[in-house]
Nanobody, 122 residues
Framework: QVQLVESGGGLVQAGGSLKLSCAAS????????MGWFRQAPGKEREFVAT????????FYAASVKGRFTIARDNAENTVDLQMNSLKPEDTAIYYC???????????????WGQGTQVTVSS
């Protein structure tokens, strides 16, 4: 069955860095674009970053552009999110997801992980 398992979350001080990883199984990973989304307490889930199947295209939310980097390894079936210069407003549960294209809408994603908590203290 399809599985997306996120890891790497935790507590970090503002200005610090974290690297999230997502391990995929149960589908042909190299044929899917991958995305990262996040959901803060009391807020809707929002787009963070996406990467095409070949890594040729990436796209970021304005709020994270220049601070976060998405990358994938099709040999290992993993997608990472390197997060630098973290801010308290980055605190959220972070989810990875798989889609047929590098989309930014939640509804376009077919598979979702369970999420990993990221907390940034001020």
């Amino acid at each position: 069955q399809v599985q997306l398992v996120e890891s790497g979350g935790g507590l970090v001080q503002a200005g610090g860095s974290l690297k999230l990883s997502c391990a995929a199984s149960g589908f042909t990973f190299k044929e899917y674009a991958m995305g990262w989304f996040r959901q803060a307490p009391g807020k809707e889930r929002e787009f963070v970053a996406t990467i095409s199947w070949s890594s040729a295209s990436t796209f970021y939310a304005a709020s994270v552009k220049g601070r976060f980097t998405i990358a994938r390894d099709n040999a290992e079936n993993t997608v990472d999110l390197q997060m630098n210069s973290l801010k308290p407003e980055d605190t959220a549960i972070y989810y990875c997801a798989a889609a047929q294209g590098a989309y930014i809408r939640l509804a376009d994603y077919d598979y979702w992980g369970q999420g990993t908590q990221v907390t940034v203290s001020s």
